[in-house]
């Protein structure tokens, strides 16, 4: 980098030098505080106030389009410099992209005009596809397309989500929520691929890690990305031996995936297990899911909240204290009290998943609890780290 590059670099405000600050920062907040006024919405606490689309319309779409896509987006936004030799976006601009985030997010809680809440709904992740894609297209780097591709595809399916809050339509708003929690596994797939098994070998130190099956990798991103449109065409909403299967091949690959990638030392290593732990609830998922539509009497609803909390929630926790470490120049030791939220927050998915058919409220208020500790431990220790400029004075 040259002097100059480096010396502005440098004047840029902490929070907006790459990507992964402000929307690490803003995704866990609101997963810290969206839980707790679902439960408080859900359990009749909050009963003059509702958010566009109703409270439930509001959980939906706010944990998913709200917080995953905010964590996805500072992920790969910020990967994109490493993968292009290209700058991120950074400055003003990511500023602004994040001001967009904030600003839907405000929409949302405030029932703003339907206008507004669609131009700025949608405008976040577009203007994140546009920049994934303008980037690896200057360097023809294809191996990345799918990443574009899938966010592509999850624009249409926050788009289908609005149409049905604007139409009060609640099958296409569910039929778009959950065709986009699927598209969110497409990405798990495709990118838990490459690092968890890399994250492994670096932090155990092994010479190589897994070797990977390209047919395999091909497999699980076709494959969820197909349940996500058999979600949003609607096959996939009711009983159906075919989607049945496809999810048991998809549940039986995830499975193969951890068993190579497993390595008995890695239960050592807390930025590790989590990993593992938070893939391995994916797999879970797709075998509950497999035999939902085989027509064994589970509701459905336990196996999503398996990916939604378990995968996704697990994942993103794990996957932001290591990258936080590693581009704010630290050490891969997470702070005190990280451990705890990864524990945390599979005992969150465990409660919503085991103990809500039994105990209803208080599981939910258990599981709520769980998964706000574990959001709230994040930020109370990476929040400094995110505000603050890299501790080995590079300006990143």
């Not at 909050?46 to 689309?53: F, K, M, T």
């Not at 546009?130 to 023809?140: F, P, S, T, Y």
């Not at 449109?229 to 995936?257: C, E, Q, Y």
Request: net charge positive; glycine share 10%; proline share 6%.
């Amino acid at each position: 980098m040259h002097v100059l590059d480096h010396r502005k670099a440098l004047a840029i405000t902490p929070l907006f030098r790459l990507a992964f600050r402000p929307l690490f920062l803003a995704g866990a907040l609101l997963a810290l505080l969206s839980i707790p006024l679902w439960l408080a919405a859900f359990s009749g606490s909050i009963s003059d106030w509702q958010p566009a689309g109703g409270w439930l319309g509001w959980h939906r779409h706010e944990l998913l389009f709200g917080f995953g896509l905010a964590i996805i987006a500072g992920f790969v936004l910020t990967a994109v410099q490493t993968w292009t030799g290209r700058p991120g976006i950074s400055g003003k601009p990511l500023a602004a992209l994040a001001l967009v985030w904030l600003l839907a997010r405000v929409a949302w809680l405030a029932n703003a005009p339907w206008p507004l809440l669609v131009v700025l709904e949608l405008a976040f992740p577009l203007a994140v596809a546009a920049l994934m894609g303008i980037n690896l297209w200057r360097v023809r780097q294809t191996r990345n397309y799918p990443i574009v591709v899938v966010l592509l595809l999850l624009t249409m399916a926050d788009g289908v989500s609005l149409y049905g809050l604007l139409e009060g339509h609640e099958g296409w708003q569910r039929q778009g929520a959950l065709s986009g929690i699927w598209l969110v596994a497409a990405m798990m797939s495709l990118i838990g691929g490459r690092v968890i098994p890399f994250f492994t070998q670096r932090g155990l130190g092994r010479v190589d890690a897994a070797s990977t099956w390209p047919w395999l990798d091909w497999l699980l991103l076709i494959g969820s990305a197909a349940v996500a449109l058999l979600f949003a065409a609607g096959p996939a909403l009711s009983p159906n031996a075919w989607v049945g299967l496809l999810f048991a091949v998809l549940g039986g690959g995830h499975l193969i995936r951890l068993v190579r990638w497993h390595d008995r030392a890695l239960w050592r290593v807390p930025l590790l297990w989590s990993l593992h732990l938070a893939y391995g609830w994916l797999a879970v998922a797709c075998l509950g899911m497999a035999l939902w539509h085989f027509g064994v009497a589970l509701n459905p609803s336990l196996a999503m909240h398996c990916l939604t909390i378990g995968a996704i929630g697990g994942l993103v926790l794990a996957m932001i204290a290591r990258v936080t470490l590693g581009h704010t120049g630290r050490a891969l030791q997470p702070p005190p009290g990280m451990t705890l939220a990864f524990i945390l927050i599979n005992l969150a998915c465990l409660s919503r998943v085991a103990l809500t058919p039994f105990f209803l409220m208080p599981a939910l208020w258990l599981a709520g609890v769980c998964w706000a500790l574990a959001f709230a431990l994040y930020v109370w220790r990476y929040g400094p780290m995110l505000l603050r400029t890299r501790v080995d004075g590079h300006p990143g």
